[in-house]
Structures are given as C-alpha cells and as structure tokens.
C-alpha cells in the first residue's frame, strides 16, 4: 500500500515537472516547509504535500493550466486515495479567493467527485 502511495506521488510530482505545470525549483518551493521530496516519502507526508503542491499551483499558476495538467493526469491522481487531498487544497484555495472551482470538481476522479461536492457545498 505505501509503495503504490509513493510510487503514485512520485509520479505526480514527475508529471508536473514534465509537463511544466511547475519546475523542480517551484516543486521544492511548495514544499519547503516539509523538507525534500525524499523527506516527504520517508516522513509520510504525502498527503501534506498533496495540500501545498495544491495551493502553490493556485497561487502561483494560471487556471487553464492546472486544468489541462488535471484533465491528462486524471487516472494518475485517480490511482491513490491520498491524490484527494491535492484537490481539496486546489478547490479551498480557489474558493477562498473568491474563484470558480467547478471545472476542478469535474476534472476531480470521480471517486472524489461526492466528497468534494459534499465537503465544498
């Protein structure tokens, strides 16, 4: 179960570093307050950094492009339960800035489509 937990992190934050959705400078940026990603796997606060990675991509990126990264990693995220957190810290952020979060609610995996909605409503 924590080897499909990382492996699942691992790749996410892969992906955003890939994609350019963030650089390995804005990832460790995101994170500092966690240490290294490798400290984030041994330590186990993956779902710590799911919620910082998530609030740094809203703060510091446009809309469209966190979207688009969520609409090609959908199974990715999908993949581990822990991946939830990434998208409540996204949805809080949005909302307490006074944004629409509906297009991140539908790009959500939909086994976090009702805890989102029900939690957000």
Do not use: C
């Not at 969520?70 to 999908?78: C, H, Q």
């Not at 006074?98 to 957000?120: I, Y």
Request: hydrophobic fraction near 40%; glycine fraction near 4%; charge should be negative.
């Amino acid at each position: 179960m924590m080897q499909l937990r990382t492996k699942v992190f691992n790749e996410i934050v892969q992906n955003m570093t890939q994609s350019l959705l963030l650089s390995k400078t804005e990832v460790d940026d995101a994170i500092k307050n966690l240490g290294s990603i490798q400290s984030v796997v041994e330590d186990d606060l993956i779902i710590s950094a799911y919620e910082d990675l998530g609030r740094y991509i809203v703060n510091n990126k446009p809309g469209n492009v966190l979207n688009d990264f969520l609409r090609a990693n959908k199974e990715v995220f999908g993949a581990s339960d822990d991946s939830y957190y990434f998208f409540e810290a996204v949805v809080d952020e949005l909302r307490s800035q006074g944004n629409s979060s509906d297009e991140v609610l539908m790009l959500a995996p939909e086994k976090f489509r009702s805890f989102l909605l029900s939690n957000f409503s």
